[in-house]
């Protein structure tokens, strides 16, 4: 059998990467945060020396999306290396665009690969619907730890990481102000996906993100047909 190609969708705050890590540590899949990846990258210190780097940071860290060719690159070639790898993976909140999930008629697309690589039959795209105060809510009181990443919920009261104890800490894109730009981004340049992907006959499933994550892993469990 093809490994499982999964595709995680909602709003900020929604639950993608908690579910995304649900199936790391449950099931073995391989987990390509793009908005990690991107964090990461844009915050290292070779950022300050790339005047590209530095125009997608001011990008990423207003709230916008990243400029989609810029991402389309990123995203393609790392996808590639882990395919190479023949495990189940899982991308939360990616494709973000319509051209970082078609392409154009020079560039191909993520699902043109994704489809290449596993198959359509094969892959899964998982919608997370939450209203948006939910997301409001979620991301302005959620924090994540400052040497793993891991996040804390968005409701925990500690203040050191559950898994390597480091300090926690809020990330410059849970301010309120900047969610609802995100807010707006995803509504306007991400949704338009969800459609196209109907169109072109992929798989789509809509989860109630407004449960609990175990209640939300329970439900994908049974969508992917995992034991």
Not at 14 to 30: D, P, Y
Not at 80 to 95: C, D, F, Q, R, T
Not at 185 to 202: A, D, H, W, Y
């Amino acid at each position: 059998m093809k490994p499982k190609a999964v595709i995680i969708y909602g709003q900020p705050g929604s639950g993608k990467g908690t579910q995304a890590e649900l199936l790391v540590r449950i099931h073995n899949f391989i987990n390509f945060d793009t908005g990690r990846y991107l964090e990461k990258e844009l915050h290292s210190p070779e950022a300050n020396k790339s005047q590209l780097l530095i125009k997608e940071k001011k990008l990423f860290e207003s709230g916008k999306l990243n400029t989609p060719s810029f991402v389309l690159n990123i995203v393609k070639r790392e996808t590639k290396k882990l395919a190479a790898l023949k495990e189940n993976i899982v991308w939360s909140g990616s494709p973000r665009t319509l051209y970082e999930a078609f392409g154009d008629k020079k560039n191909k697309g993520l699902m043109q690969l994704l489809t290449q690589i596993f198959g359509k039959e094969n892959i899964y795209i998982i919608f997370l619907k939450v209203k948006p105060q939910t997301s409001i809510q979620r991301n302005s009181t959620r924090k994540v730890c400052s040497v793993c990443g891991l996040q804390a919920l968005a409701k925990s009261k500690n203040l050191t990481c559950s898994l390597c104890d480091g300090k926690l800490t809020k990330r410059v894109l849970d301010k309120p102000e900047v969610i609802k730009i995100r807010i707006q981004e995803f509504e306007k340049r991400t949704l338009p996906i969800i459609k196209k992907l109907k169109e072109s006959k992929f798989k789509i499933y809509q989860v109630n993100g407004e449960l609990k994550p175990f209640q939300i892993y329970n439900q994908i469990k049974k969508i992917l047909k995992l034991e």
